[in-house]
């Protein structure tokens, strides 16, 4: 037995792609960038930035839909996905955040946000289900 756990705390790079699969079932996806900084061997301070693919599923992407945005700090927890799909003989391997729980962070102008956030959570929204199986091949 194993732990595939990811927590992480970053910026959305660029406003979410929402799909919908034939059965209507919702997913998003978007880009989460964290960046460290340290000083190299001559005391020059170096910044790294991370990109992170996340993919949300059902009543957890519908919240992204209407609530995330470009810029926004978001706190998620999941776990790593990798796929690979083969194209013209060559494998191409993909690495995905698959986002169980999210929070959105920010400053007092973001609150109301935040409320409207808080009211799904109470609704018991917060957490998207696990992926039934058969569902495992994502479509993307």
Request: hydrophobic letters at 30%.
């Amino acid at each position: 037995m194993g732990v595939n756990k990811v927590i992480l705390v970053g910026n959305v790079g660029k406003d979410p792609e929402v799909k919908r699969l034939d059965n209507g079932t919702a997913y998003a996806r978007l880009s989460l960038a964290t960046s460290e900084s340290y000083k190299d061997k001559e005391g020059n301070k170096v910044e790294k930035t991370e990109w992170h693919n996340l993919v949300f599923w059902r009543g957890l992407a519908e919240v992204v839909e209407k609530w995330v945005k470009k810029g926004q700090q978001l706190y998620v927890e999941g776990s790593i996905k990798t796929t690979i799909s083969e194209e013209d003989g060559e494998k191409k391997y993909f690495t995905d955040i698959v986002v169980k729980d999210m929070q959105m962070i920010g400053s007092k102008k973001d609150s109301e946000q935040q409320s409207a956030v808080d009211k799904v959570k109470s609704a018991g929204v917060s957490k998207s289900p696990n992926i039934p199986e058969g569902e495992d091949d994502m479509p993307f």
